[in-house]
């Protein structure tokens, strides 16, 4: 039996009335691991290591900053992660000679002392100390789904009775049946898992074109139905999760 640190949120979520329930397990890694990263326990210098030489993503500096939380903490962070590139980039300058070898010019090409920096400079971009704990938690995940699906008849009921998901979980959870699953189980889940889908975004495409007809004077005194909210399901059904207003 797989731990029940990974059973619980993953059937909790399931049972929720929701677009992806697999959007709802990745907020909430999302929401704790800006939390802990705001928590006391970066304040250490040594504890910092991880956030030092990784940093975070655009998306994940941004919800730092805009939690308006411990701004020290979050400064002593940044201020470490400068630290750690400002290192790199010196590392990176050409050395002597460099500018004579800054001959190759064109498409794809690099000039040839610029080559250790856009290295450096990819690696950094590809980092996000906040990305890595979801991820590593969302493959527990990913394979917890596989294996509830696989051995319990009552996870088997929810999961066929809930609303699909996102593309990129869809896309998640497709790539993850050939790591967790095997053989015509394997090939039941796709199928069911693409059914769902499918059915799924014929609904929410069914709201939105309501939500459209609701624009035309014909359709004023018609109920709105389902569709007051189709707008912002259908960008969560097609892109994950937003902040959306
Ligand atoms: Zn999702
Ligand atoms: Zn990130």
Known sequence: MKEKIYTIPVTDAFRQDCECPICVLEKDLEDKAVE???GPSLMEPDKRDDTTEKGFCRRHLTKLYNARENILGL???????LE???KLMEDA???PGGKKKASLFGKGKTVAGAQKAIQTLDRLESTCEICDRI????????????YLYGREDEFRRMFKEHKGFCLPHLNMLLKSTAKYMSGDRAEEFVSVVLN????N?????????WFIKKFDYRYQNEPWK???DAVPRSIEKLVRYTELD
């Not at 991820?135 to 596989?146: D, G, P």
Request: include cysteine.
């Open 196 to 199: 769902l889908q499918v059915e």
């Open 93 to 95: 300058k050409p050395g």
């Open 201 to 209: 975004l014929k609904r929410i495409y069914g709201d939105m074109d």
């Open 84 to 86: 750690y590139v400002i």
């Open 36 to 38: 802990f990263i705001l």
């Open 75 to 81: 400064s002593l962070i940044i201020n470490s992660h």
């Open 226 to 228: 389902n569709s007051q």
């Open 135 to 146: 991820n590593t938690t969302m493959e527990r995940y990913l394979e917890v789904i596989c």
